[in-house]
């Protein structure tokens, strides 16, 4: 069976310090992946989204940037961290495919405290 | 643009009560709808989808939903809520050939004892 993890569970940085979180899937080859931002009160902001190594798309201007380095691994970073960073960042996988509304699985996400 | 709409922010019902939550969505083609679940602090676990066919579509944990094309609703339903079900709920859309999934604001429901 396929499992998301992610990590660290949470994670308290002051503001204009590096990041990086991490997403694993295992159990799937070439899955689609897809990190996304809650903050409180607020939907789900999707950020940037792969199809394959080295592909990412990036929906949302800002100061973070995404990489995938191996086939199941996405990595969301960003250089210095802004206050508005803050919330709560899921990643997500999808089976491989052209898009045809395959269900999103979702990891156990990551807290960001930026102070 | 698409769009998703969850017009109620919070939801409060009593254990035992029905329940409907709804959603609204603006997409130019046929969409693939779903809900799904997230309990504080965890990630979101699908309930259920509506990719064609039968517009009364079951999930999970005793939910329901339909599709109203006419309305562009799709509505979740519960007969009789439990206390165990008080948590955020996520509609969900994309349309076929993309990547892009939009995700409504989110209905929080509180249960009553």
């Known amino acids: 069976s396929q499992t998301i993890h992610q990590w660290p569970a949470t994670l308290v940085q002051p503001v204009g310090s590096p990041l990086s979180l991490e997403c694993t899937v295992e159990?799937?080859?070439?899955?689609?992946l897809y990190w996304y931002r809650q903050a409180a009160g607020r939907g789900l902001q999707l950020l940037f989204y792969s199809v394959g190594i080295g592909q990412i798309s990036s929906e949302v201007p800002q100061n973070l940037s995404a990489s995938r380095p191996q086939d199941r691994q996405f990595i969301l970073s960003s250089k210095k961290l802004l206050l508005s960073d803050s919330g709560f960042y899921l990643c997500?996988?999808?089976?491989?495919?052209?898009?045809?509304?395959?269900?999103?699985?979702f990891g156990p996400g990551t807290r960001l405290l930026v102070l | 643009a698409q769009s998703v709409t969850q017009p109620d922010i919070h939801i409060t019902v009593s254990e035992g009560a029905s329940l409907e939550l709804r959603c609204n969505y603006s997409y130019g083609a046929t969409p693939y709808l779903f809900w799904y679940v997230q309990s504080p602090g965890q990630g979101l676990q699908l309930l259920l989808k509506y990719f064609s066919g039968d517009t009364l579509v079951q999930g999970i944990k005793g939910f329901e939903a339909e599709f109203k094309r006419s309305q562009s609703s799709f509505n979740l339903r519960k007969p009789s809520v439990h206390w165990s079900d008080a948590a955020e709920y996520f509609c969900a859309v994309v349309s076929s050939g993309t990547y892009k999934y939009i995700f409504g604001t989110g209905t929080r429901l509180k249960v009553l004892a």
């Open positions: 997500a996988w999808t089976p491989p495919g052209v898009g045809g509304g395959e269900t999103q699985y």
């Open positions: 159990g799937t080859s070439n899955p689609n």
